[in-house]
């Protein structure tokens, strides 16, 4: 059978940056008056691509970037974006000296490390822009103790070399509606910015990720961190159109061979499955090294000219099988998406999720680089 002429590729992830967009204009349209939109656009924009993907976040409104290292504050500097970037992550004292050089905010939670930062920005005659971070409850990054925050803090602001910009926390549980941890969290970290805010005026609080902002306006404070929703992922791992968010992302390959499985023929190594009757299979050529997890095997659905077909056999490196009925006609280099819509049908990446008992996040993040980026 020739292979048809229709423009396919081997593994391509389409993204819409003007869904992306849509989505911080979405998230503003929620948020209190005068709260900002940061947009994080770590992990390669969670596996979107940071820079297009942090471009149409600007031009939606977001007026913060955020990331999680310094490297990708770099990157985001040297492609061009001017404006606040916020690193979030940890920080060696090398990459506090990056950071800086990539006029790039900083996260601070103890005393020595910010008088490190003050040395590096004096070295370099710059301005260290410090953001104290509170653990409220997290039990990750930030400190416990609000005194110690406190003292961080009053040393950032009263340091010539530092600014102190901003006052941070983040929330353990803002995607689970209706627990007590959230609302506890929010009020330590209230309670904790209202003093600072009243010694350091100007100062910014900020605390909510897409799940918060979504669950309450409370936790907007004067700006908020949204990352998932920016590509249109639902951080409930529901239904994104329910909240007003349009999935960037596309996932597509192609079927690559087409061909008879007689009754008993196996599909794939291990042959977990098997062809009950006669029918048809078809080749698509991506497999876990684009990310496209083996926990996939026998378990997703893939779209074929509109229609779900049930992924069947294990997930190889480099292929996969679908089912495509004892009564296709399906014709070798017809599209496939694996993510995202074809015809009437879709495929959330949420969907995708909850088959490998994981999170849309993650999906995305895994995409790997072998799979090429497209924006349009
Ligand atoms: C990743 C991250 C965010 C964004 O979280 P989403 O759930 O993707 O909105 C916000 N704040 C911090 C500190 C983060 O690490």
Known sequence: ???????????????????????????????????????????????????????????????????????????????????????????????????????????????????????????????????????????????????????????AAGDPRLALIGAMTHFATADEPGDEHFPAQLERFAAFADGLRAAHPGVIAHAANSAATFRDPAAHLDMVRCGVAVYGLDPFQGDPAERGLEPALTLETYVAAVKRFEPGTSAGYGRTWTAGGATTVGVLPIGYGDGWRRGLSNRAEVLVEGRRRPLVGTVSMDNLTVDLGPDAETVEGEPAVLIGAQGSERILCEEVARHLATINYEVTCGLSARVRRTYA
């Open 1 to 155: 059978m020739a292979l048809s002429t229709r423009n396919v590729e081997r593994a391509v992830a389409r993204v819409d940056v003007g869904a992306v967009e849509g989505n911080c204009r979405r998230l503003r349209s929620v948020l209190r008056a005068g709260a900002e939109l940061c947009a994080v656009v770590k992990a390669d924009g969670y596996g979107h691509g940071m820079v297009p993907c942090a471009e149409a976040a600007r031009a939606g409104g977001a007026t913060w970037l955020a990331t999680a290292t310094v490297g990708e504050a770099a990157e985001l500097r040297a492609a061009g974006l001017v404006g606040p970037i916020l690193v979030q992550g940890a920080l060696t004292p090398e990459e506090a000296q990056l950071a800086l050089e990539a006029g790039a905010d900083v996260v601070a939670w103890r005393e020595g490390f910010v008088r490190h930062l003050a040395e590096v920005a004096g070295e370099l005659e710059s301005v260290g822009r410090v953001h104290v971070k509170l653990d409220t409850g997290m039990g990750r990054l930030g400190t416990f103790d609000p005194e110690e925050a406190r003292r961080v803090a009053d040393l």
